[in-house]
């Protein structure tokens, strides 16, 4: 009976290994043949999203089923999504500018991975796709195969690039011509990484994610412990740092993902192989009810922002991940609230999200939602009704960086009856003649140097009091770094001043007059420092040295409350130093 079973063995290998190379194969036709030869962008995406969502999925799918069955699983996982990403690209003229949004590419994934456990557990089974503990077992089978799979082939590459490296000792290139055919690297990535998928199904009772699950769900107390002080921290340490941008809501949310993975991990297939103690228990029933809130911080953060700046893609992405994981949330509290079978609504909560995730990813990529389109409705909507002005407006973006639609909103915006209609039209036409967002910017902000420095003179803190500024000092400081310093002065400091100063004295005797110490706020809670002085060109800007204390990073906005109270002193710091010729050499105290 044992001759037949390494058979069987061999004829699985050739069967893995048979359908990596061709993939292989696939990915170089995609990559080296296809672009010269056909044309139509467009035509290329759909084949490449095709093809290679199609044999992913593929070699996940072969080990729990049999070829026509994963073959159709495949197709079922990836050709669908692929029809949606290449519809989704009509959004952009170009389809390079369409996937550097990089949202379509990660709605795609997401359908194709998220979708196929349940088309493989339906096919395993009659209503399979119901049963969570196959969903939960072809799932983190899939996670763990190729996690192992990719490693091997890295370690494949890695021997065969050191035996090309010894036989180079002897002067052999057998390995180096091989190589050198384009596509042999294609051909052999794949057909390892389908021997290595083979491999891992035939030792799928040692290759599993039993150890994963284990460890991560070691990481319960941990995780609620970290939540409960930040929560408690939270309305002590104030809200403001909280909702000051995105990046504090993208960490909300990945802390939000983390513990619902945790809590999945936790609960396993059934109440019989979940965490049975009551650390554990009680760990994950405290965490189910803080995701909710945590979720639901992040969506507030992400709305205070859009608030204050109107929608763009990456919001709606971030509101869209911040909605999901609320509802994951939610449905979780509600599970440990009601208390009976906890454990097994949780699960029936994954399943019913799990589906909503696929839907709203297929949602992203259908007519039906286009977030450019959202996008530039919003900003137009904005200027219109005065939340916007022509100085906050960001041109460039619209036009360049949100397809078709965001080239009709600008045309949209210069039919606009609105006050500040002349200005408006100035700027849509230096738009349209830039050729970066660098020039574009630079030529709109000259327009606007006059009443910067108007501005920043009238905000600046000059210290002492009545010194005599050199008019050079800031009077040719370019427009984009100008700007930057009146938001500095925009910023208010804890002790409700304007955020920039600037504190003349004679820091550098070697040079004729006064130089300054510009500090400025880049945030609530950082500030910038830049030497600055006049010379025959107008202004120059130094390089610090800090003596002692702290260093750039350690400068705040209390800098400049210590400098409206009097809390600083002037004075010179003996320092000795070697000279030698032209060359002087200091230590830093």
């Known amino acids: 009976m044992a001759e037949p079973r390494k058979d069987q063995i061999a004829v699985d290998r050739a069967i893995f290994l048979a359908i990596g190379a061709v993939a292989g194969a696939a990915a170089y036709l995609l990559v080296e043949v296809l672009p010269d030869r056909v044309e139509n962008e467009r035509v290329i995406l759909l084949i490449s999203a095709a093809t290679g969502g199609f044999f992913s999925a593929l070699l996940a799918a072969v080990g729990p089923l049999r070829i ?43 359908i194709v991975s998220v979708s196929l456990p349940f088309l493989i557990a339906a096919f ?14 072809q799932a983190w089978n899939i996670v763990v195969r190729y996690a192992a799979a990719w490693l091997f082939t890295g370690v494949f590459w890695a021997v065969v690039f050191l035996s090309d490296a010894l036989f180079g000792l002897v002067g052999l290139d057998i390995i180096e011509d091989l190589l050198e055919i384009d596509w042999v690297p294609y051909v052999l990535t794949g057909a390892v990484l389908g021997l290595a998928m083979a491999v891992v199904v035939e030792l799928s009772d040692y290759v599993s994610p039993f150890l994963i699950l284990r460890l991560l769900r070691l990481l319960m107390p941990e995780l609620l412990i970290v939540t409960l002080v930040f929560l408690v921290a939270l309305p002590l340490q104030g809200w403001s740092d909280l909702f000051g941008g995105l990046s504090a809501a993208a960490t909300l949310m990945a802390m939000a993902f983390g513990i619902a993975t945790v809590i999945t991990s936790a609960l396993d297939q059934t109440d019989a192989e979940a965490a049975n103690s009551r650390v554990m228990r009680w760990s994950g029933q405290a965490l ?131 006050p500040e209609a002349d200005e408006l039209a100035i700027q849509i036409e230096r738009l349209r003649t830039a050729e970066t967002r660098y020039g574009f910017e630079r030529a709109a902000a000259e327009v606007k140097l006059p009443a910067l420095r ?41 002790g409700g001043h304007p955020g920039c100063a ?24 950082n ?56 060359t002087q050499i200091a230590v830093e105290p």
């Not at 395993?124 to 969570?132: E, I, L, M, T, V």
């Not at 297929?362 to 009704?385: E, H, N």
């Not at 009545?466 to 208010?492: E, F, Q, S, Y």
């Open 68 to 110: 026509p069955r994963a073959v159709q699983a495949a197709a079922l996982s990836a050709l669908p999504a692929a029809a949606l990403l290449y519809w989704a690209g009509f959004r952009f003229s170009d389809v390079e500018d369409f996937l550097e949004t990089g949202h379509p590419p990660i709605a795609f994934l997401v």
């Open 124 to 137: 395993r089974a009659p209503g399979g796709w119901r049963q969570y503990p196959e969903l939960f077992t």
């Open 288 to 418: 189910g009810l803080a995701l909710p809130v945590l979720g639901g911080l992040a969506v507030f953060a992400i709305w205070l922002r859009v608030a204050d700046y109107g929608w763009t893609p990456d919001r709606l992405a971030a509101a869209t991940c911040g909605i999901i994981l609320t509802g994951y949330g939610i449905s979780y509290a509600i599970a440990v609230a009601l208390r009976r079978d906890w454990m097994r609504r949780i699960r029936g909560a994954n399943i019913a999200m799990a589906l909503l995730t696929i839907a709203v990813s297929a949602l992203w990529l259908s007519p039906a939602f286009d977030p450019q389109r959202f996008t530039a409705r919003d900003q137009v909507a904005r200027f219109a009704s005065g939340s916007a002005s022509v100085e906050t407006l960001d041109l460039w973006f619209i036009r360049n960086e949100l397809g078709r639609a965001g080239v009709a909103a600008v045309d949209d915006l210069a039919k606009l009856d609105h």
């Open 454 to 494: 108007a501005k920043l003179m009238e905000k600046l803190l000059i210290v002492p009091p009545g010194a005599n500024l050199p008019d050079a000092m800031l009077a040719t400081i370019d427009a984009h770094r100008l700007g930057k310093i009146v938001d500095g002065c925009d910023i208010v400091t804890p």
């Open 502 to 525: 600037l504190i003349l004295a004679d820091f550098a005797p070697s040079r004729d007059g006064s130089e300054g110490l510009l500090i400025y706020a880049t945030s609530r809670i």
């Open 527 to 582: 500030a910038a420092i830049r030497p600055i002085w006049a010379n025959d060109a107008g202004a120059d800007f130094g390089q610090l040295v800090f003596l002692a204390g702290q260093g750039p990073n350690d400068v705040t906005p209390d800098t400049i409350d210590a400098l409206h109270s009097g809390n600083f002193a002037l004075g010179r710091v003996p320092v000795m130093a070697l000279t030698v010729g032209e």
